[in-house]
Structures are given as C-alpha cells and as structure tokens.
Nanobody
Framework: QLQACGGGLVQAGDSLRLSCAASGRTASDYNVGWFRQAPGKEREFVGAVSWTSINTRYADSVKGRFTISRDNAKNTIYLRMNDLRPEDTAVYYC???????????????WGQGTQVTVSS
C-alpha cells in the first residue's frame, strides 16, 4: 500500500513537502510517480523518480519548482514543492510503475492522495 501525506493549505509562494510511504509491498524496486488531480480536470503527471534514484522527470508546469527524491531504506518517496501557485491546487497521488512513463494507466499501485490547496 502507498500512503501520501503532507498536504495542506498554504499561500502562494510557500513550500510543502509531500511524503509517500510504502507498506507491505516495497516500493524500492519500482519507479514512483507523483500525479495530481484538480476538480473537474483529468489526473496529470507531476514527476517521477526511477527505482535507482538516478533518473527524474517533471512536467513542464513544475520543472524548477518541484523536486522528487526517495529514501529506499525508509521506503518513502518525497515531493518537495517550492514557490507554490494557486494552479498547483489539487489532490496529489503517488503511484508505482515497472516502466518509466508519464502515463497514469501504466502505474499499477496508487496511494489515496493528499490535498494541497494554495491560496493567492
């Protein structure tokens, strides 16, 4: 199981760090992606980290502001979000995939999400 946490209500320009903790089945052998879904919108790719931690990739909308890292010893993946904007408001999810992809349907295991709300 995956559990995302760390969301909250912040002001524009603030920072948050989301955590994705894996239990039961280890996430260390999988690529981990972060996605978000705003009301009325489709789920969109935010970023991903490879299982080796060597590779990361980000959506253009968050590049330079968000950073993904992982601590396989703790079975936890992090999403550091800086300079948050109102358009970042969404429920954020973490998920695992055996492939290196941005496509949500290619991610098999999903956490239940954490709400991030950014006020202007």
């Amino acid at each position: 199981q995956l559990q995302a946490c760390g969301g909250g209500l912040v002001q524009a320009g603030d920072s948050l760090r989301l955590s994705c903790a894996a239990s039961g089945r280890t996430a260390s052998d999988y690529n981990v992606g972060w996605f978000r879904q705003a009301p009325g919108k489709e789920r969109e790719f935010v970023g991903a980290v490879s299982w080796t931690s060597i590779n990361t990739r980000y959506a253009d909308s968050v590049k330079g502001r968000f950073t993904i890292s992982r601590d396989n010893a703790k079975n936890t993946i992090y999403l550091r979000m800086n300079d948050l904007r109102p358009e970042d408001t969404a429920v954020y999810y973490c998920a695992t995939s055996a492939t290196w992809t941005t496509v949500p349907n290619s991610y098999r295991y999903w956490g239940q999400g954490t709400q991030v709300t950014v006020s202007s």
